[in-house]
């Protein structure tokens, strides 16, 4: 399963390859004004957001844009030579995002389950048919993959999934429903869990990818509390999936949504450190004192927990980097980073809160006031996706400090017949 290693090969100096990366993006695209920090207060665009969703013409500008740093070799940076890939460490890939930060660029959000979940994963268990019809795809942007994990009853326990595959010779039927899956509007594949045998929990799941075009499957979105609808809830009825599409062993799956789910918390807690330009303190300065509210002790102190949560959290992130620089595999790290993530978007916005005041629910035209209030509207969302609050700190408390598990609850008794 899976790509094979590819041979030794010669890999170019650091400052050359920094060098090639800015020649290129001077080729191709404008320098951000500041060189792509924040935007001053009172200047860039006057929302803030957590669940924005992406439009149609947001998702086409990403793909038309990774398709031109693909084909000029700064696509898929770590991928292999064979499909397209530079082969290169992940240090050159950090340098050349480092790089792109400072040109207006096409926002890569609407990618970034298709990036960072789909493609790792297919590339670590797929078949050679199916690494081939998609995982180059995916990383040029030609397809767009999305996660059918959660269910109506299996959102965060996800064993208790129920959608079904029924095999069917070289094929699998599949019929059931998923919910909350992000961008499957606009995805051509899906990474999709499902059970397969009566066997006990955890060892009767199996994973595939799915086209998310064959016929069966229909997607319907989901209108959220903040006025965006980028989640959406997907029916599949007897969709027909070769068994070349399966990935890992049969009813091996937990193992697969295991490694989906550590990539999902790894980059949902990139943003804990500040990769997420929420958490641009100069900014936050900016705002408090455009507003006047910067020597109320209350504001103060507010912001200094957000401060010192983010500084935190990219303390950890780096010490997690280090430990995948060594060759180690990832770890609880990843659950301590989003839960990071989640407490300090509450502790901003309790800030803002703080800051703003009803400014926060009055949209008065005021620049950088109501456009808070689908942010702060979204903030509990955040504490469901990835795996929720309670299940990082479970991880958390029984990998890391050692602490029993949970006792299993205990069998219902009563009778109905």
């Excluded at 502790?347 to 009803?358: D, E, N, R, S, T």
Aim: with cysteine; charged share 25%; glycine share 12%.
């Amino acid at each position: 399963m899976g790509v094979p290693d590819e041979p030794q090969r010669q890999i170019p100096e650091l400052d050359d390859f920094r060098a090639e990366a800015t020649a290129f993006l001077d080729r191709v695209a404008r320098p951000r004004r500041g060189g792509g920090t924040a935007p001053a207060w009172g200047e860039g665009d006057d929302r803030v957001s957590l669940f924005r969703g992406a439009t149609e013409e947001e998702v086409q500008a990403a793909r038309e844009w990774r398709r031109t740093v693909f084909d000029a070799g700064f696509g898929w940076i770590t991928g292999p030579v064979e499909l397209g890939g530079r082969g290169l460490p992940a240090r050159y890939e950090r340098a050349y995002l480092q790089i792109e930060r400072g040109y207006e660029t096409p926002s890569r959000s609407p990618l970034g389950v298709s990036l960072g979940m789909v493609g790792p994963t297919l590339q670590h268990f797929g078949s050679p048919e199916a690494v081939k019809r998609w995982l180059r795809a995916i990383y040029r942007g030609d397809s767009v993959g999305c996660q059918l994990f959660s269910e109506p009853d299996a959102g965060s326990d996800l064993a208790a999934v129920s959608t079904r595959a029924t095999r069917r010779g070289d094929e699998w039927v599949i019929n059931g429903q998923k919910v909350w899956t992000s961008g499957a509007h606009f995805s051509d594949v899906g990474l999709l869990l499902a059970r397969t045998s009566p066997a006990p929990r955890h060892r009767n799941l199996t994973a595939f990818v799915i086209d998310m075009h064959a016929p069966g499957v229909e997607v319907r979105p989901l209108r959220q509390m903040t006025g965006g609808a980028d989640f959406n809830e997907v029916f599949l009825n007897d969709v027909v999936v070769p068994d070349a599409y399966r990935l890992g062993e049969v009813d091996g799956g937990w193992k697969v949504a295991l490694a989906t789910l550590m990539h999902e918390r790894g980059a949902i807690g990139g943003a804990a450190g500040g990769g997420n330009g929420l958490f641009r303190m100069e900014r936050l300065v900016a705002m408090l004192h455009h507003l006047g509210r910067s020597t109320d002790p209350q504001v103060r102190q507010a912001y200094a927990r957000v401060h010192a949560g983010v500084a935190a959290a990219k303390a950890m992130r780096e010490r997690a980097e280090a430990a995948a620089r060594a060759g180690g595999p990832p770890g609880s790290e990843m659950s301590l980073s989003k839960l990071a993530l989640t407490e300090n978007l509450a502790a901003l916005a309790h800030l803002v809160g703080l800051a703003l005041g009803p400014k926060l629910l009055a949209d008065t035209g005021e620049w950088g006031t109501f456009a808070w209030s689908e942010f702060v509207l979204g903030v509990p969302g955040f504490r469901l996706g990835g795996g929720t609050d309670e299940i990082q700190r479970n991880i958390i408390a029984e990998r890391v400090l050692g602490l029993p598990k949970e006792p299993a609850a205990a069998p219902n008794r009563s009778s109905t017949s």
